[in-house]
């Protein structure tokens, strides 16, 4: 069996990695966190007693648990990793030419730990100034102009949801390129420790995109590249049977879904890619957020946007540049066809509770649960309604508290990639 791999979205979950929150949690303010996409601030010591359970939970049935923050400050160890992850992190793009070098500078002066900790949780100027020259401010506009409390580089507290800056499809990962600024930065966090990492390194798999190899040898990652062309993973799903599905949404563009499939189907890594439309909005942002497996022939909906969306089958065309695109009947039906199970036969139960509490729960993440085997899925304790449907529906919910970690709007789902799992 390789190391990694991803082969469904319920078989048993293997190894897995999160991010429990810390200092980038801690940075999020009234003013700030709007555009840091959070809808409240955080008690950050709640969130991570919130995220140790969830974490307990998953290694009480067997899962490896591996933390961003530690992949990271052992990555960043291996030769070459450090000048890498600061190479792409700070660029005239993120703290202007002027101060590029003294940047670059102050945090060769790192720990590697130190450096993992800034990378994720950013570094306010008056934090900077402890590793910087004093000439920095001679020369930058930039470190002139920012108030000691203000941030040189931002802080990334969507790492907490590590379902979206990367996700592995079958043999393979795609690093992806984000939607928002305010997250593009975790993706070079990412690939730093798939990069880097030892166990990483050590292991053979494909990566889907960017393409690109191991180490610095193959550089075609650049975060200023990044233009329309955006992929979350919170929208991407390998359901299995040579099948993927991915939500054409907020964050994810129908012309980066055409540069993966063409991708996978080159490599022969699938056979058929479903997109489904949905409506660009924030409660909507990403298609596990309405839509996600609970077991081999089980899936929860909310009703309201997945009853009326429409969904595209993509499949390799009669040249390796041309993509077959036909319009599916209903997103459902073809989910079903894709899974071998005839539509009758899927189990689909939808948000639980009359219209207020399904959009209420929707809210809340009750749609967004992650299966650790088939019919054992994690959900939040206060989604009270879709639970017990699920109960009803015969599924096995682990409850875990979501007060804190649920106020950047995701759940299991969403703050877990997995990195092996079974078919
Ligand atoms: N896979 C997901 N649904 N992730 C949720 C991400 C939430 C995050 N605050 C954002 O807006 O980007």
Same mark, same amino acid.
């Given at each position: 069996m390789n190391a990694f791999g991803v082969h469904s979205e319920v078989g048993r979950l293997r190894k897995v990695m999160v991010h429990r929150p810390d200092l980038s949690l801690k940075r999020l303010t009234p003013s700030n966190r709007d555009e $840091? $996409?959070?809808?409240?601030?955080?008690?950050?010591? %709640?969130?991570q007693r919130e995220h140790d359970q969830f974490v307990a939970e998953m290694r009480k049935r067997g899962v490896e648990v591996f933390h961003v923050h530690d992949l990271l400050t052992k990555a960043l160890k291996t030769p070459g990793a450090r000048q890498w992850a600061i190479?792409?992190?700070?660029?005239?793009?993120?703290?202007?030419?002027?101060?590029? #070098?003294? =940047?670059?500078?102050?945090? /060769?002066?790192?720990? *590697?730990?130190?450096l993992a900790t800034h990378l994720i949780g950013g570094v306010t100027r008056a934090e900077l100034m402890q590793y910087a020259d004093r000439d920095l401010f001679v020369h930058s506009l930039v470190a002139s102009t920012t108030p000691d409390s203000a941030f040189i580089l931002p802080p990334l507290p969507n790492h907490l949801f590590t379902r979206d800056s990367s996700c592995w499809l079958y043999g393979g990962v795609s690093l992806n390129p984000m939607f928002w600024p305010s997250r593009q930065l975790e993706t070079v966090n990412i690939g730093v420790i798939y990069r880097f990492h030892p166990m990483f390194r050590e292991a053979k798999f494909d990566f889907w995109y960017p393409d690109a190899g191991h180490g610095e040898e193959h550089d075609e990652f650049d975060i200023q590249s990044f233009g329309r062309s955006a992929i979350e993973g919170g929208d991407v799903m390998p359901i299995g049977n040579r099948t993927v599905l991915i939500g054409v949404s907020e964050r994810t563009t129908a012309q980066m879904v055409e540069v993966l499939s063409r991708r996978l189907f080159e490599k022969g890594a699938v056979d058929r890619v479903i997109a489904v439309e949905l409506e660009k909005k924030r409660s909507y942002m990403h298609l596990d957020v309405v839509f996600t497996f609970m077991d081999r022939d089980a899936v929860t909906i909310y009703p309201k946007v997945i009853d009326t969306t429409k969904a595209f089958s993509i499949?390799?065309?009669?040249?390796?540049?041309?993509?077959?695109? !036909?319009? /599916?009947?209903?997103? $459902?039906?073809?989910?079903?066809? *894709?899974?071998? =199970?005839?539509?009758?036969?899927?189990?689909?139960? !939808?948000?639980?509770?009359?219209?207020?509490?399904?959009?209420?729960? %929707?809210?809340?993440? @009750?749609?967004?649960?992650?299966?650790?085997s088939p019919g054992?899925?994690?959900?939040?304790?206060?989604? =009270?309604?879709?639970?017990?449907?699920?109960? /009803?529906? @015969? +599924?096995?919910?682990? #409850? +875990?508290?979501?007060? /804190?970690?649920?106020?950047?709007?995701? @759940?299991?789902?969403c703050m877990t990639c997995p990195l092996l799992r079974d078919p």
């Open positions: $840091l $996409l959070f809808d409240d601030v955080l008690w950050v010591e %709640q969130a190479s792409h992190t700070v660029s005239p793009y993120t703290v202007g030419p002027a101060a590029v #070098e003294s =940047v670059q500078r102050a945090l /060769e002066n790192m720990s *590697a730990e130190a499949r390799p065309g009669h040249k390796p540049w041309v993509l077959d695109v !036909t319009e /599916e009947r209903s997103f $459902l039906g073809a989910v079903s066809d *894709a899974l071998g =199970v005839k539509q009758k036969d899927l189990r689909v139960v !939808t948000t639980g509770g009359d219209a207020a509490q399904q959009e209420r729960e %929707q809210w809340d993440s @009750g749609n967004n649960v992650v299966a650790l054992v899925v994690v959900a939040y304790s206060k989604n =009270v309604y879709s639970n017990q449907k699920y109960r /009803e529906a @015969g +599924i096995d919910v682990v #409850e +875990i508290d979501g007060f /804190e970690v649920g106020k950047g709007r995701g @759940g299991g789902h």
